[in-house]
């Protein structure tokens, strides 16, 4: 299984960023696609999940309403939206793929991506 993760980089607050991560290696139908990411000297926080089979959305209450994760099952890849950036948002952003329905705990997912770095400025 692979998830490639991409779209990171420097933006400005206020800005707008969309991340994608590229999933494959085998089917995922019932499997929830997530995103969490990692400040430094911070742990990981989740940041959304969606279900891959019924599109089911779940949201940090910190993005909700900024963010927006969606799947496209034909190209196997979730994308998250991310509008009105602010700089508490700088971290690596890592994608991953787990069982548990609707789960923001990072142990209930099995497989990671490489992160990708999202800086926003002041």
């Known amino acids: 299984v692979q998830l490639q993760a991409s779209g990171g980089g420097l933006v400005q607050a206020g800005g707008s960023l969309r991340l994608s991560c590229a999933a494959s290696?085998?089917?995922?139908?019932?499997?929830?696609m997530g995103w969490f990411r990692q400040a430094p000297g911070k742990e990981r926080e989740f940041v959304a999940t969606v279900n891959w089979t019924f599109g089911n959305t779940w949201y940090a209450n910190s993005v909700k309403g900024r963010f927006t994760i969606s799947r496209d099952s034909g190209k196997n890849t979730v994308l998250l939206q991310m509008n009105s950036l602010k700089p508490e948002d700088t971290a690596v952003y890592y994608c991953a793929a787990g069982r548990r329905y609707g789960s923001n705990e990072a142990t209930a997912y099995d497989y990671w991506g490489q992160g990708t770095q999202v800086t926003v400025s002041s």
């Open positions: 290696g085998r089917a995922f139908s019932n499997y929830n």
